[in-house]
């Protein structure tokens, strides 16, 4: 039992539900599950209840609940320094970012903390790129973005979705964005013109339904970018550092971008840490005073970035989302026809869109959870899949087993 400061005591799921209703405000609709342990690919609740987690907080979870290298990195730093502010160096800033950089083939490094963070720096830098490099007029660049995207949810970022639940009321918003279809490489050519600074564009998007380009769509972005003097940002921080197979998401298709954006999976689920990487002469048009964070590249951060980093290097999880994600989509593709009507992803990252007549997603993540596994409904009636890289084959077999049951319950 705990007692609160305001003299409340509680011990159920329902009282700490209870509590969040009422001082917690309502931009989410959590499934009722209250987690107070966690370790590997498995949740406890305040009960002892254990869910396998199918979700792993939409890759931020990449490594799993608490993995001990990544807990271990992160004990060593508080115990040495957590943060200087950027006004100092520090002894982990400089060997994070040349290790994050040779990780993913880069040359520079602009740390930050959230995902929405390093796209709005993406966003910034490719502004002055095109004013100071490319010879665009102050204040006339333009970025074109896809529809269906997700970014984040700062007022820039919806300025430029086509989610109406992320618009709405949300206005006056940025100028400066052309929404293109996503995949339609022929709308994308017609939409870049002098004055276009960059594409920003997911390899995968996530929060649609886990959506694949057709076969060739960024490579043909890669050329449309280069024909015309553009950048091409690549927002990898769903997709990226292993989800889909190799680190970047974007080297399925043999395609490098002049900046990424990473986040999520890059703090290990502890601490939030979000980067751009990419070229030198782009991210290098940035200068003192010119763009910065408080707790961007802190000390505590890059240290668990760090280790990250290390996992990462070994190749390890690449082969186990491949290997892995193999198993996954092929007993998600027995399902067509099945009660799902169908299936996308790469790696262990999935979309499952429910069969009309089925259940809505969330009625499947509910009864999900009520077979002990945790997962999470996006646009109605598809669910999205990615479970933590650590996960063994039997516990992703017991998910599946669980998901067969809800799609072909009558």
């Given at each position: 039992?705990?007692?609160?400061?305001?003299?409340?005591?509680?011990?159920?799921?329902?009282?700490?539900?209870?509590?969040?209703?009422?001082?917690?405000?309502?931009?989410?609709?959590?499934?009722?599950?209250?987690?107070?342990?966690?370790?590997?690919?498995?949740?406890?609740?305040?009960?002892?209840?254990?869910?396998?987690?199918?979700?792993?907080?939409?890759?931020?979870?990449?490594?799993?609940?608490?993995?001990?290298?990544?807990?271990?990195?992160?004990?060593?730093?508080?115990?040495?320094?957590?943060?200087?502010?950027?006004?100092?160096?520090?002894?982990?800033?400089?060997?994070?970012?040349?290790?994050?950089?040779?990780?993913?083939?880069?040359?520079?490094?602009?740390?930050?903390?959230?995902?929405?963070?390093?796209?709005?720096?993406?966003?910034?830098?490719?502004?002055?790129?095109?004013?100071?490099?490319?010879?665009?007029?102050?204040?006339?660049?333009?970025?074109?973005?896809?529809?269906?995207?997700?970014?984040?949810?700062?007022?820039?970022?919806?300025?430029?979705?086509?989610?109406?639940?992320?618009?709405?009321?949300?206005?006056?918003?940025?100028?400066?964005?052309?929404?293109?279809?996503?995949?339609?490489?022929?709308?994308?050519?017609?939409?870049?013109?002098?004055?276009?600074?960059?594409?920003?564009?997911?390899?995968?998007?996530?929060?649609?339904?886990?959506?694949?380009?057709?076969?060739?769509?960024l490579a043909e972005a890669r050329r449309l970018c280069d024909e015309a003097g553009a950048l091409l940002i690549a927002d990898e921080i769903q997709s990226g550092l292993c989800?889909?197979?190799?680190?970047?998401?974007?080297?399925?298709?043999?395609?490098?971008?002049?900046?990424?954006?990473?986040?999520?999976?890059?703090?290990?689920?502890?601490?939030?840490?979000?980067?751009?990487?990419?070229?030198?002469?782009?991210?290098?048009v940035l200068k003192p005073g010119e763009h910065g964070s408080t707790f961007g590249g802190n000390p505590l951060a890059c240290a668990v970035g760090r280790a990250v980093i290390?996992?990462?290097?070994?190749?390890?999880?690449?082969?186990?989302?491949?290997?892995?994600?193999?198993?996954?989509?092929?007993?998600?593709?027995?399902?067509?026809?099945?009660?799902v009507a169908g299936v996308r992803g790469r790696g262990l990252w999935a979309g499952v869109d429910i069969a009309p007549g089925g259940p809505s997603g969330r009625e499947a993540?509910?009864?999900?959870?009520?077979?002990?596994?945790?997962?999470?409904?996006?646009?109605?009636?598809?669910?999205?899949?990615?479970?933590?890289?650590?996960?063994?084959?039997?516990?992703?077999?017991?998910?599946?087993?669980?998901?067969?049951?809800?799609?072909?319950?009558?």
């Open positions: 039992m705990t007692t609160f400061a305001d003299g409340t005591t509680t011990a159920t799921s329902a009282d700490y539900i209870a509590l969040d209703e009422r001082w917690s405000t309502h931009n989410y609709h959590p499934l009722p599950v209250v987690i107070a342990e966690a370790e590997g690919a498995w949740v406890t609740d305040v009960e002892g209840n254990r869910y396998l987690d199918f979700l792993s907080g939409y890759s931020a979870l990449n490594f799993g609940h608490r993995h001990p290298q990544l807990v271990a990195a992160a004990k060593e730093q508080l115990d040495r320094v957590t943060l200087t502010s950027r006004a100092f160096h520090h002894d982990q800033l400089g060997r994070f970012c040349a290790e994050l950089a040779q990780l993913t083939g880069t040359e520079m490094v602009l740390p930050m903390n959230s995902g929405a963070e390093a796209v709005e720096s993406a966003i910034k830098i490719a502004r002055k790129w095109a004013y100071r490099v490319k010879g665009i007029p102050d204040g006339e660049s333009r970025i074109v973005v896809a529809a269906s995207n997700f970014h984040g949810r700062t007022t820039t970022i919806v300025s430029f979705s086509t989610d109406e639940t992320a618009r709405a009321d949300f206005g006056p918003f940025t100028p400066g964005f052309d929404v293109v279809p996503y995949g339609d490489a022929a709308a994308l050519a017609a939409a870049i013109t002098d004055r276009t600074a960059a594409v920003l564009v997911e390899p995968i998007q996530g929060e649609a339904g886990v959506i694949v380009p057709p076969q060739g769509y989800r889909t197979g190799p680190v970047l998401a974007l080297d399925h298709e043999g395609v490098r971008a002049d900046l990424y954006t990473l986040g999520k999976a890059l703090g290990g689920g502890i601490v939030p840490v979000s980067a751009v990487v990419g070229r030198a002469d782009v991210l290098g290390r996992l990462l290097s070994t190749g390890e999880f690449a082969e186990r989302a491949a290997t892995l994600g193999e198993r996954l989509h092929q007993r998600l593709a027995g399902l067509l026809g099945h009660g993540s509910e009864a999900l959870k009520a077979r002990g596994v945790l997962c999470k409904e996006t646009h109605g009636s598809t669910l999205r899949i990615a479970p933590p890289l650590v996960i063994s084959e039997a516990d992703l077999d017991r998910g599946l087993d669980a998901l067969v049951e809800v799609v072909t319950r009558s």
